[in-house]
């Protein structure tokens, strides 16, 4: 059963971490990827590869007079919550009230209004000390599901399906070893995002800064005009980023800069943002006004007690898809099949999707079923996962070449 997988799945530690020098940054990527290859060994797809990078490939024959489509989900789930000991609970028929997860923790109605919409479903939830995993495991499930339904139903049509689970996505890092040789498709689906009637195929532009702040440690005592208090210059760099382009601020179009962490003392001091918009020439803007901050602050203290490094992650994947809008049809149409109401969606985020639609594969994101994403208000419905088995089911029968 799909709700199975994704229980079997939630319990690996796959966390990943921006400050890790190996690839994949974690190890529990690797325990998970193990446990993944051998259950596509166990459904007899071929070309089961778990490759030197931590990427897990298979392949399923399928009729030639269909078009070759691919799936892909990720690993790793995001840093920003732990994934150690996660220990998930279904919630049948929910009645539509605050769920409370722990003695501490409860998801509100008033500050998840979204669970309105799930009255009367099925929920997996967190037990309010680590987030559940749905981001991405519930993509893997959906695609371990339809993979199995098709082995066991050899009378369901449908074309050659390659499936990969990659690391490392939450961390921008999801195709840095992607195998394009080995992953041959017409076009392909990442499984990542949340509602089954919610297509993607926009997406911010990504950066990111590395802030830097060289101080002057000096004695307390003797410290008059000769210390710079490195903590007190990024307190200073914040205040002048623009107030209102933070998350909590923005939506839709809406780019932002968000503050990941900080850490430091008097003599050094390091922040990490990243960068946001849909639009290529605001987010450009939003990097150039890192670097007036920087040279403000170097003016003004003398030497170079601030520096900058930017780096470009990810690109909107809007402007591959004019003209080539068959993947997107494809997923329209099944949802007419299925019943479901197509919704274009704007993602505030990315996914891998989008650095393999620049990488020449035509890749929208489509639903898993689940919500709140990167904290212990997580959940995942139930039904929402098996529509999307249904939906890709349908989706890969209608694809005829």
């Known amino acids: 059963m799909l709700k199975d997988k994704l229980l079997d799945y939630v319990k690996y530690d796959t966390g ?153 996505e939450e961390i921008g890092m999801g195709t840095a070893h992607f195998n394009y040789d080995l992953f041959k498709v017409d076009f392909a689906y990442t499984l990542d995002g949340d509602k089954p009637e919610n297509v993607e195929y926009e997406n911010f532009n990504a950066a990111s800064a590395v802030v830097r702040i060289n101080g002057i440690s000096v004695h307390p005592g003797s410290a008059k005009d000769k210390m710079v208090n490195a903590l007190q210059v990024a307190h200073e760099f914040h205040g002048m980023m623009d107030p209102d382009a933070v998350p909590e601020k923005t939506e839709g179009y809406e780019g932002f800069n968000l503050l990941l962490g900080m850490t430091g003392e008097v003599g050094s001091a390091k922040m990490q943002y990243i960068i946001r918009n849909h639009d290529l020439d605001l987010l450009n803007k939003q990097k150039h006004d890192f670097e007036i901050i920087r040279d403000r602050l170097n003016e003004k203290y003398g030497y170079e007690v601030v520096q900058v490094e930017l780096k470009d992650s990810y690109r909107n994947m809007k402007e591959k898809f004019i003209g080539h809008e068959e993947p997107i049809d494809l997923v329209k149409e099944a949802m007419k099949e ?26 929208p994101n489509i639903g898993t079923g689940g919500q709140n994403f990167h904290g212990v208000h997580e959940f995942w419905c139930e039904q929402d996962g098996e529509k999307m088995v249904e939906l890709v089911l349908k989706l890969l029968e209608l694809a005829k070449k």
């Not at 193990?34 to 897990?56: P, S």
Request: net charge negative; aromatic share 8%; charged share 20%.
């Open 338 to 363: 299925v019943g479901l109401t197509f919704h274009a969606v704007a993602i505030r985020g990315g996914t891998d999707g989008a650095s393999l639609t620049w990488n020449g594969i035509l890749c």
């Open 16 to 168: 990943s971490r921006e400050d890790s020098n190996t690839f994949p940054s974690t190890p529990g990527q690797w325990d998970l990827a193990r446990h993944l290859c051998e259950q596509l060994k166990e459904l007899g797809l071929e070309n089961v590869v778990l490759d030197e990078y931590c990427y897990v490939y298979g392949y399923l024959p399928g009729d030639p007079n269909y078009l070759t489509i691919g799936f892909n989900a990720h690993m790793d789930t995001s840093e920003q919550a732990s994934s150690v000991n996660v220990n998930p609970r279904m919630i049948e028929n929910y009645d539509g009230k605050d769920i409370v997860l722990s003695d501490t923790v409860t998801t509100t109605i008033e500050r998840f209004p979204n669970l309105k919409d799930y009255v009367g479903k099925n929920l997996m939830v967190t037990d309010g000390n680590t987030l559940l995993g749905a981001d991405d495991k519930a993509g893997i499930a959906v695609i371990m599901e339809v993979l199995e339904t098709l082995v066991n139903h050899p009378e369901i049509k449908h074309g050659p399906v390659w499936v990969c689970f990659s690391p490392d």
